[in-house]
């Protein structure tokens, strides 16, 4: 499962860890009176709080009592009810134990039916689980098979969800009845985490595992996805079609997938086996670039982990009003419509960290799945954790590196706003809540520590004997442990208990030093992580010492095992610079305490890696010093696209008055969209309009949407009529970032006749340009006077109240509504400010998603 991207945002907050205490005795006073010498002295009387024994928390594994063997569906749907019409045999023999009893997930059924190797049998039924009497004791070594004739109702289903997957229906009927204009009708699954039993009965655990055949039955109109592969396709005589899919390979319930729409299909091969697109008929032309690289994906991930892909077959479909961002079902991966874009707007955001993330979950999900809910990192690490093997593989150690540091500072600020737990979290209150930024960011993040203490070889070979000693089974983390001792012939318990079984992660200060009169290089490094966090964190790590230019250092290789350390290395001479975690591989809050200016510019010039230029421009950022403003001019060079944006922010006309002609030439011909983009918003902010040319050219030339929509910002600034008479022309495009930039021209012109511009468009944005689109919404209306805020605050209430709407408009239009309470508190106008508040109020009581009402709490205040 690949979260949709929640208000991800690239800063990194402060960390700050509130210091746990247990609970402190409590004493009550109550006077005893002793009378000496007329005196009365009062003493209390201590009295101890009873102690509470309990066990903490734990969610264990299902227990599994019944095998589930094969599953075999006839499906057929009621779209104008959204009933789903079926017939299910479930072949079992009992596991272990013998048992006359079978309990099922069945969720919201009408049961019609049951038999049990043919004979009606008594069942229980309170609609969740569904108990059946087998009509004999089993024994282990007996299989039996249930059949089950049963109309499922998932629309009729109080709907459930959680940030992560936003409904629990399981089942999914689009434009049912054809009342929602030209959105295509649609039926599609969601069974992640136990959703698929609203759609047919099943032992619906993690734990499980089955093969399937599924008979689907839909308008002849229409085409079909399952598991595995399409056996057949016949015919019906009343204008339908039953197309047979058959999985032979047995994976877990909550994998089964149906996708059933107009689709346009795009196929190709790898190695033989067949690769299908399925996309809405006017994107068929760009469906491999939508799944670009599946191809190399493939045959990289393969050959990385030492198991050729497992399956079938692999097929990818892209459905509308998608419930997350998207889903590993074995051979059918579901993703939302976000990834659906032209070639053109694949220019600026390619869809690959996307599609790599749900092919790894073929090996690490689907192959092998986790045990319990509770070990969902067993899945999700790894798929994370692909992003960055694909970033490394495909474009480089900087790239991959700048990935991490995205994760890595997602999880921190998870850490530091929602609170930390284990990796391997028994105690969760509810299964959903697993889908955060630990069982993903922080999962990915330990693998690649992994990686980097056990080495690359030794990784590789301990993921192909995890994948090959468990495949088809469960797993959970003791099983990769044990897997990487038998290949290392190390003993990681260490790792895995403070990593997977522990809470948090170090923070740390680090100092760096010269002892002249011993010639040596001082590192001292101290812990200073609190409250339920581990104390000492084991922190195997390499020193580079550098002492001189273009000279590669001298490498150590310590281990902190201590709260405090200091480590010293004999030198010949005084270091230009010393790093320490050298290779920025640990999970962490690390702060260098005394690195000078000097060093961090003998750091950008000489350390390789991409997080040692980035911190070097950072640790600089306020300076104006010669060596600073080289660095910085150097930057605008360098051969990876985040560091020259970076410079590009920092550089000034100060720095060098030449450097506008360079900066004109970035945005001219970087070979990178976001690096043109900002380039061109530089030369705005500089008040440069001599290079105006360069800027009008990105507007009427340019094919990345993000350049374009940065040019007219950029002009706007520069010649806000010019870049108003580019407006209507640039409305017709389908860009958010264009519609996002030519919104916010609107706002500050003030052109109050282009709300209903606004209001056609605002619940078509997802991510930032939600948020700026929204923003400038709110901002023309308060140029309109009352009557136009009350509108703009009516339009965004019903945004933003509809939790079916994406995370990001919700927010954008929250903001926005408190955007609007503080102008008219402001101007006096209490009567209004009060109407906006009420909004502000229902919206917070029915947000559902944790993060954001986190984010909510100052809002209307």
């Known amino acids: 499962m690949k979260l949709s991207n929640v208000l991800k945002g690239a800063l990194i907050l402060p960390l700050f860890i509130m210091s746990c205490k247990g609970p402190s005795e409590i004493v009550k006073e109550e006077p005893v009176e002793k009378r000496d010498l007329e005196e009365i002295v009062v003493k209390p009387d201590v009295v101890e709080e009873e102690k509470v024994y309990e066990l903490p928390t734990y969610n264990p594994s299902y227990k599994r009592t019944n095998d589930l063997l094969h599953t075999k569906l006839e499906l057929s749907f009621n779209w104008e009810k959204q009933h789903v019409l ?32 043919g004979k009606k049998v008594e069942y229980d039924y309170d609609d969740e689980i569904l108990t059946i009497a087998l009509g004999k004791e089993f024994s282990a070594k007996e299989k039996y098979q ?112 149906l996708a059933i729409g107009d689709f346009a299909i795009v196929e190709e091969k790898w190695e033989g086996m067949l690769l299908q697109y399925y996309v809405e008929p006017k ?82 999900g689907d192959l092998v799945t986790c045990e319990s809910w509770a070990n969902l990192t067993m899945n999700e690490g790894f798929a994370n954790y692909s992003e960055y093997l694909w970033f490394e593989h495909e474009y480089g150690r900087d790239a991959a590196d700048y990935h991490l540091f995205g994760e890595q500072a997602g999880y921190l600020n ?37 990686r980097k203490t056990v080495g690359d070889d030794a990784f590789r070979a301990g993921l192909k004997k995890y994948l090959t000693d468990n495949q088809f089974e469960a797993v959970e983390a003791h099983d990769l442990r044990l897997a990487m001792e038998d290949v290392t012939g190390m003993d990681l318990n260490w790792f895995f208990n403070q990593w997977y079984f522990e809470e948090g992660h170090p923070t740390v200060n680090i100092e760096y030093g010269y002892d002249a009169s011993s010639s040596e290089a001082i590192v001292s490094i101290k812990q200073t992580q609190e409250g339920n966090y581990p104390g000492i964190f084991i922190l195997p790590m390499a020193i580079d010492i550098y002492l001189t230019n ?63 230029r980035y911190t070097a421009l950072l640790g600089t950022k306020e300076s104006s010093s010669n060596a600073v403003k080289t660095i910085r001019e150097k930057a605008l060079n360098d051969k990876f696209w985040a560091i020259r944006n970076l410079a590009l922010d920092a550089v000034t006309l100060t720095d060098n008055p030449a450097v506008i002609t360079k900066i004109a030439d970035i945005a001219k011909n970087d070979p990178h969209s976001k690096v043109k983009a900002s380039a061109l918003l ?106 136009k805020i009350l509108v703009a605050g009516k339009n965004l209430f019903n945004l933003s109240e509809n939790m079916n709407e994406s995370p990001w408009r919700r927010y954008g239009g929250t903001k926005a509504l408190d955007d609007l309470y503080q102008f008219l508190k402001a101007q006096g106008d209490v009567d209004n400010a009060m109407k906006i508040k009420k909004y502000i109020s229902d919206i917070k009581a029915k947000e559902n998603n944790s993060q954001l009402q986190n984010m909510y709490k100052n809002f209307g205040k």
Do not use: C
Not at 600 to 610: D, E, G, R, S, W
């Open 283 to 364: 994107y068929e032309k760009h469906a491999k670039a939508i799944f670009s690289n599946t191809p190399e994906m493939l045959t990289f991930f393969s050959d990385y982990v030492g198991v050729k892909y497992p399956w079938q077959k692999y097929s990818q479909v892209v459905v509308r009003d998608y419930v997350s961002g998207a889903m590993e079902n074995t051979t059918g991966v579901i993703f939302g419509d976000f990834v659906q874009r032209t070639d053109r707007e694949l220019i600026d955001n390619t869809n690959e960290r996307i599609v790599a993330h749900e092919l790894m979950h073929h090996w690490f």
């Open 86 to 117: 079926g017939k299910a045999w479930l072949d079992f023999k009992p596991l272990f134990y013998s048992t006359n009893i079978l309990e099922l997930d069945a969720k919201g059924f009408d049961i019609h039916a049951i038999e049990v190797n």
């Open 550 to 612: 273009n000279k590669a250092p001298i490498r150590k290789m310590v281990q902190m095992d201590q709260r405090e350390q200091t480590f010293r290395f004999p030198v010949s001479a005084k270091p230009k610079l010393i790093l320490a975690d050298a290779e920025h591989y640990l999970l962490g809050s690390f702060e260098e305490n005394n690195k000078s200016e000097e060093e961090y510019v003998f750091q950008f010039n000489n350390a390789p890696l991409f997080k040692d």
């Open 414 to 450: 998870s850490a530091t706003m929602m609170g930390a737990h284990p990796l391997i979290h028994f105690g969760y209150n509810d299964k959903e809540d697993m889908f955060d930024a630990h069982s993903y960011n922080k999962g990915g993040a330990v693998l690649h520590m992994l």
């Open 682 to 787: 530089k030369l705005a902010e500089i008040g440069d309009k001599q290079h105006t040319n360069i800027v009008k050219s990105a507007i009427s030339n340019e094919k990345s949407y993000t350049v374009i929509a940065a040019g007219l910002e950029a002009l706007a600034v520069l010649d806000i009529d010019e870049a108003i008479s580019y407006a209507p022309k640039l409305e017709k495009e389908e860009s958010a970032s264009i519609l996002a930039a030519v919104g916010k021209l609107y706002a500050e012109k003030g052109e109050i006749a282009k709300m209903p511009f606004f209001e056609k468009h605002l619940s078509e944005f997802n991510g930032y340009p939600a948020i700026n689109f929204i923003g400038s919404y709110a901002n023309l209306s308060m140029k309109g006077g009352t009557d």
């Open 146 to 257: 249930v059949f089950i004739d049963y109309t499922a109702k998932p629309n009729e289903r109080k709907a459930g969800g959680s940030a992560a997957i936003t409904s629990d229906k399981g089942l999914f009927f689009i434009n049912p009845t054809k009342d929602e204009g030209d959105k295509p009708q649609q039926i599609w699954t969601q069974g992640e985490t136990e959703n698929n039993s609203a759609w047919f009965p099943t032992v619906d655990k993690p734990n499980e595992r089955t093969t399937q055949e599924i008979y689907l039955t839909v308008r002849d109109e229409f085409k079909t996805l399952s598991n595995g592969l399409l056996k057949s396709s016949k015919k019906n005589s009343d204008g339908t079609r039953t197309d047979y899919w058959d999985m032979d390979m047995p994976h877990a319930p909550y994998l089964f997938m």
